[in-house]
């Protein structure tokens, strides 16, 4: 071993070791020798292993390879799925550099050329390097070319001469010089010129607060609506599939009862530009009114959401649809007699000045008109007049009020859920950053109609039915759960459809709170009746918390009836016993005189003194009864061993005086029968065989 402590301490530090080599030790990288003669060849070969491309080659003998990158980063932040890359390399392939050209449909042009001049940049900058390096280079470089701002482009629209075509054409023998004037048809009336109408232009800050609205209410849609079946989202955030439920979908025209879902059209700019709808499943004639008469709503009414838009077009719809057609009939209706004109003009006038002498009379009266859904009367049976299914626009009686509508039953929230079966509600729910509430799974507890024992029903999930059977009596009962959304203005969680059984309790369930900041839905959370849960949002990261310190049931319409029974009733055995009285021979047969009983076997439910009588009259093998007849009092009970339960009295003979029947014999030697080898039995044998 060598020893450092003679050695210099200006010896020992760190600059033994160079930064840089010497020029003189600097060995390039081997070069195949492949590569040094036909480099072209070499690098088109590594493109072909690497990528397995289309070739092709073009006349001036340039050659094309066309390939797919997809981008290698695992947080590439934008939505493509490859890049469809055509690669043209010259035949004087290095001195000329390669040219390459981005094929993506799905792409805008100026984005495409911002990939094309960035792959310029790296030619220039890396003369040197092969083409597989270039394409690497590329790969990582996709992601800052794609963020610069898109090149402006234009489009370039040739139209055709067509004007010799339409010169008339001459007759054989005839001079082509004839004038035009006497063989060219009359030209049309030229149509006239429409006015110009500029392009509607916004400042900067109505730009910016529109963006902003517009996402936070698509935010709300999505948080409300993204759970439902009908529901689409178009890939430039536009057009949105919604699910549609009229309210009164009976009093719609017959070309829109149909109507399932709905085409949302949410312009970039929205709401200063005009939101628009397309209804489905319908045609396009019937749709078209009603789909210009809610543009001409929504531009009227820009303060209003989406969800506000939505649920005026689903609770009116049916009137909607009515005041078009109301609109086509005037339209087309010829002009009305000038006697008529006046009757009709002079009723809205008459009904004004009432209206302002009721006013001037009675100056601390307001009269304040009714909302249009009020002013709608419904149509009569019996009468033909179509006037009665438009809005009433003049002003209202004194008196008020709406009309009283036949009870239908009731649809309520977005889900369009119909009230019946039993109701589930939190009516103190505390919601603190949360802005929607929703069940789930949801885990119950329910009472059998039949014996009334709780039984369990977990996992239930919106619209599934879940069946189980009782654990005491084995009657089946089903239960299925109808979810609606708890907010601020409802407290109801959704609907219980229950058969055979009743909601008893809620047991833990799992709930999805939707974060009232940033409208995402958290994850499943587990909560119950009186228990506080708080959480953090995964999108926005603020905290919200809600807390159940009730849960009430409410039963809107029972249950279904149990299930039938399978198979025949079995009729009961009729005894001809009278309570308190003995049974005949006290209920002794010939094989045990002193069993005092008889017993109703499970196998068939009949009754007889003991098996071995069952045996002689049954022609099938008997089965353990559990239920007896006492002997004494002739009452029917569950089997005991010894006693009635009713009398008291013994079943199986005197005490003290009976052997092993019903598993309980004597130990007394004095009253053991002599036959029993242990009444004579040695006594204190064991201690002798100790000594």
């Known amino acids: 071993m060598i020893s450092t402590t003679h050695i210099p301490r200006q010896a020992i530090d760190g600059r033994q070791a160079v930064t840089e080599a010497s020029p003189g030790r600097v060995v390039p990288k081997p070069v195949p020798s492949s590569q040094r003669q036909d480099p072209r060849r070499y690098q088109l070969d590594q493109i072909k292993r690497r990528f397995s491309p289309k070739l092709g080659t073009l006349q001036n003998g340039i050659t094309t390879v066309r390939f ?44 495409c050329l911002n990939i ?86 916004f400042t900067t800050e109505q730009v910016a607060n529109a963006k902003a609205r517009r996402a936070q209410e698509i935010r709300q849609l999505e948080a409300r609506m993204g759970r439902m079946s009908l529901y689409q989202k178009s890939a430039d955030g536009v057009v949105y599939t919604l699910p549609l439920e009229p309210r009164r979908r009976a009093e719609l025209p017959q070309g829109l009862q149909s109507v399932q879902s709905i085409q949302l059209i949410i312009p970039l700019l929205y709401p200063l530009q005009v939101l628009r709808v397309l209804l489905s499943d319908v045609e396009s004639q019937d749709a078209e009114p009603l789909e210009e008469g809610f543009a001409t709503r929504a531009a009227q009414h820009t303060e209003l959401t989406l969800m506000n838009h939505l649920n005026y077009l689903s609770q009116n719809m049916h009137t909607m649809a009515k005041q078009v ?53 419904q149509e009569s049976g019996g009468s033909d007049d179509s006037d009665s299914d438009v809005w009433d626009s003049g002003a209202d009686s004194e008196e008020g009020g709406a009309e009283i509508e036949p009870h239908t039953p009731h649809i309520s929230g977005v889900a369009q859920q119909v009230e019946r079966g039993t109701t589930i509600s939190f009516p103190t729910i505390e919601l603190y950053g949360i802005e929607l509430l929703q069940i789930s799974i949801l885990n119950i507890s329910t009472k059998c109609q039949r014996c009334k024992m709780l039984n369990d029903i977990t996992g239930l999930k919106s619209e599934t039915e879940k069946a189980v059977n009782c654990r005491k009596c084995g009657s089946a009962s089903t239960a299925k759960f109808r979810q609606e959304m708890v907010h601020q203005n409802s407290t109801r969680a959704g609907f219980i459809d229950v058969a055979g059984c009743t909601v008893a309790d809620m047991l833990p ?32 990261h603020g905290r919200f918390t809600f807390k159940i310190p009730q849960v009430k049931f409410l039963a809107i319409t029972p249950g279904s009836a149990l299930p039938p029974t399978v198979g025949p009733r079995r009729r009961q055995e009729k005894l001809g016993l009278h309570a308190g009285e003995p049974l005949p021979g006290k209920g002794a047969c010939s094989h045990y005189r002193r069993s005092y009983r008889w017993f109703r076997f499970s196998c068939c439910s009949k009754v007889h003194p003991c098996d071995q009588c069952h045996d002689e009259n049954e022609d099938h093998p008997q089965e353990w009864a559990n239920r007896m007849i006492c002997g004494w009092c ?25 052997f092993w029947e019903g598993g309980k014999g004597t130990r007394d030697k004095s009253k053991m029968n002599r036959k029993d080898k242990r009444k004579f039995g040695r006594v204190g044998g064991g201690e002798a065989k100790k000594d």
């Not at 009266?365 to 009367?377: F, G, M, N």
């Not at 939707?514 to 953090?536: F, H, I, Y």
């Open 68 to 111: 797919q990158l997809k981008p290698s980063d695992p947080d590439f932040p934008f939505e493509l799925e490859h890049l469809d890359c055509e690669l043209q390399v010259p035949s004087s392939y290095p001195e000329e550099p390669p040219t390459l050209l981005v094929r993506n449909k799905d792409i805008p042009r100026g984005f």
């Open 116 to 201: 094309e001049r960035g792959w310029d940049k790296l030619v220039a900058e890396s003369q040197d390097a092969t083409l597989l390096a270039l394409i690497t280079a590329l790969d990582k470089h996709l992601e800052a070319f794609l963020s610069e701002q898109k090149v402006e482009t234009v489009t370039l629209m040739s139209f055709k001469d067509t004007r010799h075509l339409e010169q008339p054409r001459t007759a054989l023998g005839e001079s082509s010089s004839a004038p035009i004037s006497q063989v060219a048809p009359p030209r049309p009336p030229t149509p006239p010129r429409r006015p110009y109408v500029p392009e509607e232009s």
């Open 325 to 377: 057609e109301a609109t086509k009939l005037a339209q087309k209706a010829p002009a009305p007699s000038s006697s008529s004109d006046e009757k009709k003009y002079q009723a809205p006038e008459t009904q004004g000045a009432s209206t302002a002498d009721r006013a001037d009379s009675k100056g601390h009266i307001h009269i304040v008109p009714r909302p249009p859904e009020w002013s709608y009367t």
């Open 509 to 540: 369930s799992t709930f999805v709170p939707t974060c009232a900041k940033c409208s995402t839905p958290s994850q499943g959370l587990v909560s119950v009746r009186g228990e506080a849960v708080t959480n953090v949002c995964r999108e926005c």
């Open 634 to 658: 002739s009452r029917e009970q569950n089997y005991a061993v010894e006693a009635c339960a009713f009398c008291g009295r013994s079943v199986i003979g005197k005490r003290g005086k009976g």
